[in-house]
Protein backbone atom coordinates (compact mmCIF):
# COMPACT_ATOMS: atom_id res chain seq x y z
CA UNK A 1 0.00 0.00 0.00
CA UNK A 2 1.10 3.92 -0.71
CA UNK A 3 1.22 6.53 1.75
CA UNK A 4 -2.40 7.01 2.22
CA UNK A 5 -2.49 11.10 2.01
CA UNK A 6 -5.13 13.54 2.55
CA UNK A 7 -6.30 13.65 -0.92
CA UNK A 8 -6.78 9.74 -0.55
CA UNK A 9 -9.13 10.89 2.42
CA UNK A 10 -11.15 12.96 0.45
CA UNK A 11 -11.66 11.33 -3.15
CA UNK A 12 -13.64 8.25 -0.65
CA UNK A 13 -16.23 10.49 0.13
CA UNK A 14 -19.28 8.91 -0.77
CA UNK A 15 -17.49 6.01 -2.50
CA UNK A 16 -14.95 3.86 -0.29
CA UNK A 17 -15.30 3.64 3.52
CA UNK A 18 -12.69 5.06 5.73
CA UNK A 19 -11.68 2.88 8.46
CA UNK A 20 -9.40 4.20 11.23
CA UNK A 21 -8.19 2.47 14.31
CA UNK A 22 -6.64 3.92 17.12
CA UNK A 23 -2.95 3.23 18.52
CA UNK A 24 -0.52 3.97 20.93
CA UNK A 25 2.26 1.82 20.70
CA UNK A 26 4.93 0.31 18.43
CA UNK A 27 4.30 -3.51 18.04
CA UNK A 28 0.61 -3.10 17.86
CA UNK A 29 1.11 -0.39 14.98
CA UNK A 30 3.44 -2.77 13.05
CA UNK A 31 1.32 -5.29 12.97
CA UNK A 32 -1.90 -2.13 12.07
CA UNK A 33 0.69 -1.05 9.28
CA UNK A 34 -0.08 -4.68 7.58
CA UNK A 35 -3.47 -4.10 6.66
CA UNK A 36 -5.45 -2.29 4.49
CA UNK A 37 -6.67 0.54 7.36
CA UNK A 38 -6.74 4.05 6.03
CA UNK A 39 -5.54 5.73 8.80
CA UNK A 40 -4.26 5.42 12.80
CA UNK A 41 -5.20 7.95 15.47
CA UNK A 42 -3.06 8.51 18.70
CA UNK A 43 -5.88 9.24 20.33
CA UNK A 44 -6.34 10.83 24.00
CA UNK A 45 -8.44 7.99 25.05
CA UNK A 46 -4.82 6.78 25.84
CA UNK A 47 -5.67 8.27 28.95
CA UNK A 48 -7.88 5.76 29.84
CA UNK A 49 -6.97 3.14 27.47
CA UNK A 50 -2.82 3.13 28.40
CA UNK A 51 -2.69 4.92 31.51
CA UNK A 52 -5.45 4.23 33.58
CA UNK A 53 -6.79 7.76 34.26
CA UNK A 54 -10.75 7.84 33.92
CA UNK A 55 -11.18 11.00 31.64
CA UNK A 56 -9.10 12.26 28.72
CA UNK A 57 -8.40 15.28 31.09
CA UNK A 58 -5.23 14.75 32.26
CA UNK A 59 -3.49 13.73 29.06
CA UNK A 60 -1.17 16.59 28.21
CA UNK A 61 1.15 16.54 25.16
CA UNK A 62 4.25 14.81 26.57
CA UNK A 63 1.73 11.89 26.75
CA UNK A 64 0.37 12.25 23.40
CA UNK A 65 4.25 12.56 22.03
CA UNK A 66 5.41 9.60 23.90
CA UNK A 67 3.24 7.57 21.85
CA UNK A 68 3.22 9.62 18.70
CA UNK A 69 7.12 9.22 18.49
CA UNK A 70 6.06 4.80 19.08
CA UNK A 71 3.87 4.67 16.67
CA UNK A 72 5.72 6.46 13.80
CA UNK A 73 8.48 4.58 14.74
CA UNK A 74 6.48 1.55 13.38
CA UNK A 75 6.81 3.55 9.53
CA UNK A 76 3.32 2.51 8.73
CA UNK A 77 1.61 3.64 4.91
CA UNK A 78 -1.59 4.77 6.73
CA UNK A 79 -2.30 8.27 7.99
CA UNK A 80 -1.06 9.28 11.13
CA UNK A 81 -3.20 11.72 13.42
CA UNK A 82 -3.03 12.95 16.66
CA UNK A 83 -4.65 14.22 18.74
CA UNK A 84 -4.68 17.35 20.83
CA UNK A 85 -4.56 17.33 24.46
CA UNK A 86 -7.22 18.98 26.76
CA UNK A 87 -5.75 22.95 26.88
CA UNK A 88 -3.10 22.18 24.19
CA UNK A 89 -5.23 24.47 21.68
CA UNK A 90 -8.23 26.33 23.45
CA UNK A 91 -6.02 29.22 25.23
CA UNK A 92 -4.89 30.89 21.59
CA UNK A 93 -4.28 30.56 18.27
CA UNK A 94 -0.66 30.99 18.83
CA UNK A 95 -0.87 27.84 20.87
CA UNK A 96 -2.93 26.02 18.85
CA UNK A 97 -0.35 26.55 16.02
CA UNK A 98 2.29 25.66 17.96
CA UNK A 99 1.53 22.93 19.57
CA UNK A 100 -0.15 21.14 16.68
CA UNK A 101 3.68 22.09 15.10
CA UNK A 102 5.37 20.14 17.37
CA UNK A 103 2.67 17.19 16.72
CA UNK A 104 3.80 17.33 13.27
CA UNK A 105 7.46 17.61 13.99
CA UNK A 106 7.32 14.62 15.42
CA UNK A 107 5.76 12.57 12.46
CA UNK A 108 1.87 12.90 12.72
CA UNK A 109 0.68 13.44 9.21
CA UNK A 110 -2.38 15.67 11.05
CA UNK A 111 -3.88 16.33 14.09
CA UNK A 112 -7.53 16.22 15.30
CA UNK A 113 -9.15 18.54 17.96
CA UNK A 114 -12.34 18.67 19.45
CA UNK A 115 -15.18 21.32 18.81
CA UNK A 116 -17.47 22.77 16.73
CA UNK A 117 -18.12 26.34 15.97
CA UNK A 118 -16.45 28.03 18.91
CA UNK A 119 -13.01 26.93 17.63
CA UNK A 120 -13.32 27.04 14.17
CA UNK A 121 -11.47 30.03 13.93
CA UNK A 122 -8.00 28.17 15.65
CA UNK A 123 -8.63 25.48 12.51
CA UNK A 124 -8.73 27.81 10.14
CA UNK A 125 -5.27 29.15 11.65
CA UNK A 126 -3.65 25.75 12.07
CA UNK A 127 -4.99 24.56 8.57
CA UNK A 128 -3.07 27.81 6.85
CA UNK A 129 -0.19 27.19 8.61
CA UNK A 130 0.07 23.86 6.48
CA UNK A 131 -1.29 21.65 8.83
CA UNK A 132 -4.21 19.10 8.16
CA UNK A 133 -6.96 19.05 10.75
CA UNK A 134 -9.93 16.06 11.63
CA UNK A 135 -12.60 17.93 13.47
CA UNK A 136 -14.15 15.71 16.34
CA UNK A 137 -17.88 16.93 16.93
CA UNK A 138 -20.50 15.20 18.82
CA UNK A 139 -19.78 13.70 22.40
CA UNK A 140 -16.46 15.70 23.11
CA UNK A 141 -14.99 13.50 25.43
CA UNK A 142 -12.45 16.50 26.59
CA UNK A 143 -15.80 18.55 27.50
CA UNK A 144 -16.98 15.37 29.98
CA UNK A 145 -17.24 17.97 32.97
CA UNK A 146 -19.03 20.22 31.35
CA UNK A 147 -21.46 17.40 29.70
CA UNK A 148 -21.82 15.47 32.96
CA UNK A 149 -21.11 12.09 31.86
CA UNK A 150 -20.46 10.38 28.32
CA UNK A 151 -24.30 10.96 26.43
CA UNK A 152 -25.25 10.78 22.97
CA UNK A 153 -26.04 14.15 21.64
CA UNK A 154 -29.06 14.99 20.11
CA UNK A 155 -28.94 18.97 19.13
CA UNK A 156 -28.93 18.30 14.95
CA UNK A 157 -28.99 22.09 14.53
CA UNK A 158 -26.09 22.60 16.25
CA UNK A 159 -24.42 19.62 14.92
CA UNK A 160 -24.76 20.84 11.84
CA UNK A 161 -23.71 24.45 11.92
CA UNK A 162 -20.75 22.92 13.56
CA UNK A 163 -20.04 20.84 10.89
CA UNK A 164 -20.66 23.34 8.52
CA UNK A 165 -18.32 25.87 10.17
CA UNK A 166 -15.61 22.83 10.51
CA UNK A 167 -15.64 22.07 7.15
CA UNK A 168 -15.50 25.83 6.09
CA UNK A 169 -12.66 26.42 8.42
CA UNK A 170 -10.66 23.50 6.23
CA UNK A 171 -11.10 20.31 8.30
CA UNK A 172 -10.55 17.40 5.70
CA UNK A 173 -12.43 14.90 7.47
CA UNK A 174 -14.78 15.06 10.59
CA UNK A 175 -15.26 12.55 13.57
CA UNK A 176 -18.66 12.55 14.46
CA UNK A 177 -18.99 10.41 17.91
CA UNK A 178 -22.35 9.08 20.25
CA UNK A 179 -24.92 11.00 17.97
CA UNK A 180 -28.00 9.31 16.34
CA UNK A 181 -27.31 7.82 13.06
CA UNK A 182 -29.96 9.86 11.28
CA UNK A 183 -28.31 13.00 11.98
CA UNK A 184 -25.06 11.42 11.27
CA UNK A 185 -26.48 10.61 8.20
CA UNK A 186 -27.84 13.89 7.84
CA UNK A 187 -24.11 15.36 8.43
CA UNK A 188 -22.67 13.52 5.90
CA UNK A 189 -25.05 14.44 3.41
CA UNK A 190 -24.70 18.39 3.87
CA UNK A 191 -20.32 18.31 4.31
CA UNK A 192 -18.54 17.62 1.22
CA UNK A 193 -15.49 16.31 3.65
CA UNK A 194 -15.47 13.07 5.01
CA UNK A 195 -17.38 11.50 8.07
CA UNK A 196 -15.65 8.83 10.26
CA UNK A 197 -17.86 8.00 12.98
CA UNK A 198 -17.53 5.79 16.54
CA UNK A 199 -21.43 5.27 17.99
CA UNK A 200 -22.89 7.07 14.92
CA UNK A 201 -24.41 4.45 12.84
CA UNK A 202 -23.64 3.15 9.31
CA UNK A 203 -24.68 6.25 7.23
CA UNK A 204 -21.22 7.89 7.67
CA UNK A 205 -18.20 7.85 5.07
CA UNK A 206 -15.65 5.74 7.73
CA UNK A 207 -15.50 4.18 11.10
CA UNK A 208 -12.86 4.50 13.98
CA UNK A 209 -13.06 2.26 16.55
CA UNK A 210 -10.59 2.19 19.79
CA UNK A 211 -8.25 -0.58 19.20
CA UNK A 212 -8.41 -1.56 23.19
CA UNK A 213 -12.40 -1.79 22.73
CA UNK A 214 -12.03 -3.75 19.39
CA UNK A 215 -9.37 -6.60 20.79
CA UNK A 216 -11.44 -6.75 24.29
CA UNK A 217 -8.74 -5.14 25.92
CA UNK A 218 -9.61 -3.08 29.28
CA UNK A 219 -12.62 -3.33 31.73
CA UNK A 220 -15.37 -1.16 29.97
CA UNK A 221 -16.40 -1.33 26.56
CA UNK A 222 -19.05 1.32 25.22
CA UNK A 223 -22.00 -0.04 23.74
CA UNK A 224 -21.05 0.74 20.08
CA UNK A 225 -17.90 -0.85 20.03
CA UNK A 226 -17.65 -4.35 18.94
CA UNK A 227 -15.07 -6.34 20.65
CA UNK A 228 -13.57 -8.72 17.54
CA UNK A 229 -11.60 -10.75 20.30
CA UNK A 230 -11.60 -11.66 23.97
CA UNK A 231 -7.80 -10.42 24.60
CA UNK A 232 -8.67 -9.85 28.62
CA UNK A 233 -9.69 -13.80 28.65
CA UNK A 234 -6.87 -14.51 26.55
CA UNK A 235 -4.11 -12.67 28.69
CA UNK A 236 -5.65 -14.02 31.69
CA UNK A 237 -5.64 -17.71 30.66
CA UNK A 238 -2.40 -17.48 29.24
CA UNK A 239 -0.70 -16.13 32.29
CA UNK A 240 -2.48 -18.50 34.72
CA UNK A 241 -0.83 -21.59 32.23
CA UNK A 242 2.34 -19.94 32.63
CA UNK A 243 2.02 -19.94 36.57
CA UNK A 244 0.79 -23.28 36.58
CA UNK A 245 3.79 -24.67 34.44
CA UNK A 246 6.42 -23.16 36.46
CA UNK A 247 5.03 -24.60 39.60
CA UNK A 248 4.65 -27.45 38.35
CA UNK A 249 8.25 -27.52 37.16
CA UNK A 250 7.35 -27.83 33.65
CA UNK A 251 8.52 -24.33 32.68
CA UNK A 252 10.94 -23.91 31.21
CA UNK A 253 11.03 -27.50 29.63
CA UNK A 254 14.58 -29.02 27.04
CA UNK A 255 13.97 -26.81 24.41
CA UNK A 256 13.88 -23.45 26.42
CA UNK A 257 17.16 -23.75 27.90
CA UNK A 258 20.93 -25.06 27.18
CA UNK A 259 22.41 -27.13 29.32
CA UNK A 260 26.56 -27.65 29.00
CA UNK A 261 25.89 -31.23 27.85
CA UNK A 262 24.18 -30.34 24.95
O1 LIG B 1 -9.13 9.55 21.45
C1 LIG B 1 -9.80 8.82 20.69
O2 LIG B 1 -9.65 7.58 20.67
C2 LIG B 1 -10.78 9.44 19.80
C3 LIG B 1 -11.64 8.54 18.98
C4 LIG B 1 -12.68 7.92 19.84
C5 LIG B 1 -12.23 9.21 17.82
O3 LIG B 1 -10.85 10.64 19.77
NA1 LIG C 1 -9.77 11.74 21.40
Known sequence: MEKVTIKNFLKKKGKDKIVMLTAYDYSITKILGRTQLDGILVGDSLGMAVLGYNSTLPVNMKDIIH??????????????????????YEYSSKAAIKNAGILVKHGADAIKLEGGKEISGKISKIVKAGIPVMGHIGLTPQRFLEIGGYKIVK???????????????????????????????????????????????????GQILVINDLLGLGEFTPYFAKKYLDLNNEILSAVNSFIDDVRNSKFPSKEYYRSLDN
Do not use: W
Open 155 to 205: DEAKLLEDAKALESAGVFSIVIENVYSEIAQKITREVNVPTICIGAGPFCD
Open 67 to 88: HLKAVVNAKINQLIVADMPFLS
